[in-house]
């Protein structure tokens, strides 16, 4: 049984937005960081966003100013706006805790199926 499951992928053409959702079957609410990663075909996951219980974010450079985080702790879900893609955009992505679980931080925290996103130029 997936604890984190994402969704709202899907394929857009350059220049277009996607949103994608992270619904956790437990509370998210004692997790510190939450993290969404990327993992394009042949290469290792990498963490593309973040973002603290106190609202610090964190961007990679390749996405910094075009995707944006947020989290509902009530909801357990976490949030990944993605606007202005690109063709390097395309991978699968996931939502884990910064560092990503199972962990300490995070016991339950194990990878789910990922959203795949795919952007044609």
């Known amino acids: 049984q997936a604890h984190l499951v994402e969704s709202g992928g899907g394929l857009v053409q350059a220049g277009g937005s996607l949103r994608l959702t992270c619904a956790a079957s437990?509370?998210?609410?004692?997790?510190?960081?939450m993290g969404w990663y990327r993992q394009a075909l042949g290469d290792q996951r990498e963490l593309v966003a973040s973002?603290?219980?106190?609202?610090?974010?964190h961007y990679a450079d390749s996405v910094e100013g075009r995707f944006t985080i947020s989290r509902d702790n009530v909801k357990d879900m976490v949030f990944l706006q993605m606007n202005s893609l690109k063709p390097e955009d395309t991978g699968v992505y996931y939502c884990?805790?910064?560092?990503?679980?199972?962990?300490?931080?995070?016991?339950?925290?194990?990878w789910g199926q990922g959203a795949q996103v795919t952007v044609s130029s």
């Open positions: 884990n805790a910064d560092p990503p679980g199972p962990r300490r931080n995070c016991i339950w925290c194990d």
């Open positions: 437990r509370s998210i609410f004692s997790i510190n960081v």
């Open positions: 973002i603290s219980n106190g609202g610090r974010l």
